[in-house]
């Protein structure tokens, strides 16, 4: 199998824009995680799906984040305007459901610069 | 809520030392219990895992060890090598709730071993 795939795996934008995250699962996997890491924070859960439905966005910073999951091989996570604070590695994880399978497995991360 | 506390970094160790991080956590219920590693400029990946109490994960010669009555999951691994230099995070999965796939992650240990 491919993995979780990522992309872009780094993106340098300007204040204001947007900035939109992708995320393509593992076939099979009935659960996609998003994530931020930075150094100050650590790695924070944003938001999490189950069957394309999001479950729990408590994790999400303020409503300039969003994110979609159209179809259970993709997934977006979008920041309107972006921010400098906003800087930070993203990171997708995918896991199934079933007994014992609360592994996840992660994408390589987006790098993302605001400036 | 349920937290994971693992030792502050950075550790620094010469080829073929002992290594111990240490981990505790505070949980409701019966979680499983994660380590996982992070490569310079990867994604995180699962090194080892426990289900239940007494159980120990194992992978590439390190250990951990699911101790309910200290609250403890402590990684080691007898003799270390350059290649095993990385971030590692220790995290659990709540059983209860509705949250069964969410994983709480501690802040991560670097570890850089020396030749």
């Known amino acids: 199998d491919a993995g979780v795939i990522q992309s872009p795996r780094h993106e340098v934008t300007e204040m204001g824009q947007e900035v939109t995250l992708r995320c393509k699962p593992i076939s099979g996997h009935d659960y996609l995680f998003w994530y931020r890491q930075t150094m100050m924070r650590g790695l924070e859960l944003l938001i999490y799906f189950n069957n394309n439905v999001p479950i729990d966005d408590s994790g999400m910073p303020e409503d300039r984040f969003s994110a979609k999951m159209p179809n259970a091989s993709f997934s977006t996570l979008k920041i309107q305007p972006s921010e400098p604070r906003d800087s930070a590695v993203y990171f997708c994880?995918?896991?199934?459901?079933?007994?014992?399978?609360?592994?996840?497995?992660f994408g390589p991360g987006t790098r993302l610069l605001v400036l | 809520g349920d937290s994971v506390t693992q030792m502050e970094g950075p550790v620094t160790l010469s080829e073929e030392a002992f290594l111990t991080i240490n981990c505790t956590y505070t949980a409701t219920g019966y979680p499983s219990l994660f380590w996982y590693v992070q490569y310079p400029g990867e994604g995180l990946q699962l090194l080892l895992k426990a289900t239940k109490a007494d159980d120990k994960g194992s992978n590439k010669g390190f250990e951990a060890t699911y101790r309910k009555e200290t609250t403890s999951f402590h990684l080691e691994k007898g003799s270390v090598q350059v290649s095993d230099s990385a971030v590692y995070f220790c995290?659990?999965?709540?059983?209860?709730?509705?949250?069964?796939?969410?994983?709480?992650f501690g802040k991560g240990t670097l570890l850089t071993v020396n030749p």
């Open positions: 994880a995918s896991s199934r459901k079933g007994v014992g399978t609360e592994t996840q497995y």
């Open positions: 995290a659990l999965s709540g059983r209860s709730g509705g949250s069964n796939y969410k994983l709480t």
